[in-house]
């Protein structure tokens, strides 16, 4: 049945949830990467992400993903970077220009010019931030569906392609711009603090032209020194920096739950004292209605005690226990691939 325009149009309406992003990459001997299948057209922007972010370490830096969002595939084709600016220049002025001035120029040579999202580097796994959140609502102004691909250089050296796609839940996004971030909304909503970021699984995969290509090129040696470095047993440093920032983060945790402890105190006292006002004012009406008198209103708005005290947020406590839960668990595989090389060393040793 052959359909009219208004209705390909109205079904082109309702989205399918995104479940897949696409990204090009290359194929190395070995096969998969952290469990991806890695893949590869002209340009490999998977590359050119790792490239940008490993040459500024340790400063952060920032690029623009370009591709297209098909059906529950969102395909990130190409990238190019941000410029790194100094506080002093019109930052957002200049980053809009230099945006829209790449797209022209990638339009003219006939490359994929379509934003569907950004990338940005971390430092062992701290990005879970207030900025990133709202980077996320400023783009879905204009683009419905858009990801985040978060690289990290520092722990990519532990042999860990650290890359992952990351977007904002529907849910929490409908609260963050209702400004309702307070106990009683997320109660309602059954909000949890590992409901604000959706992680969106990475395929990575290579045309059959490159795989014959790169397993052409693929060294004879069975061994190299990749591999002996893999077989490093020093993670003091990954630990360390792992434990510091952990126990900041507990730290700013119970800086919130202080916060929080404060507020519910100075709630309990104004509900004291709201009662003792109405037990009060309850007598006086008692004593007004014997002398035949109108009663007095049992609320009185211009009273202070009668003004809600405003709930803090706890999109910082949500943020900061995502942050430690990040930490806990790069410090368990850290320390879950450190005891395998340290019982295969064991019984190399006992041999």
């Known amino acids: 049945m052959v359909r009219s325009f208004v209705q390909v149009a109205a079904a ?115 990005y879970q931030t207030v900025e990133l959140i709202e980077t996320f609502m400023n783009y879905q102004e204009n683009i419905r569906r858009c990801v985040c691909i978060i690289y990290d250089p520092s722990r990519s050296s532990q042999g860990v392609l650290a890359l992952k796609a ?11 711009r209702a400004s309702n971030l307070n106990g009683e909304k997320l109660r309602e909503k059954n909000l949890t603090w590992v409901d604000i970021f959706e992680e969106i699984p990475i395929k990575v995969s290579n045309s059959a032209l490159i795989s014959a290509f790169m397993s052409e090129l693929e060294p004879e040696a069975p061994v190299s020194q990749c591999d002996y470095d893999r077989l490093s047993l020093s993670t003091n440093p990954f630990m ?56 007095l209103p049992e609320e009185d708005p211009s009273n202070p005690i009668f003004k809600p005290l405003p709930e803090p947020s706890r999109l910082d406590s949500f943020l900061i226990t995502n942050q430690i839960s990040n930490y806990c668990s790069q410090i368990n595989g850290s320390a879950g691939q450190s005891l395998n090389k340290f019982y295969l060393m064991e019984a190399l040793h006992e041999k």
């Open 166 to 176: 990351l977007k904002l839940t529907d849910a929490f996004m409908d609260l963050y």
């Open 12 to 126: 082109e309406e309702v989205s399918s949830p995104l479940r897949v992003v696409q990204m090009e990459g290359l194929w190395t001997s070995g096969g998969s990467l952290s469990g991806f299948d890695v893949v590869s057209e002209d340009p490999p922007a998977i590359l050119k992400i790792i490239k940008h972010c490993k040459e500024f370490m340790p400063a952060l830096v920032t690029g623009q993903l370009l591709g297209l969002d098909v059906g529950s595939v969102l395909e990130v084709t190409n990238c190019f970077p941000f410029p790194i600016r100094e506080e002093d220049e019109e930052i957002e002025a200049d980053g809009a220009n230099y945006q829209l001035e790449m797209m022209r120029c990638l339009r003219e040579v006939n490359v994929d010019n379509n934003t569907v999202g950004w990338y940005q580097s971390t430092y062992m796994g701290s």
């Open 240 to 295: 360390e920096r792992n434990l510091e920032f952990l126990i900041e983060c507990m730290d700013d945790l119970s800086m919130e739950q202080q916060k929080f402890q404060f507020y519910y105190r100075n709630l309990s006292r104004q509900q004291s004292q709201q009662q003792a006002w109405l037990q009060k004012r309850r007598a006086e009406n008692m004593a007004r209605k014997a002398a035949g008198e109108e009663p």
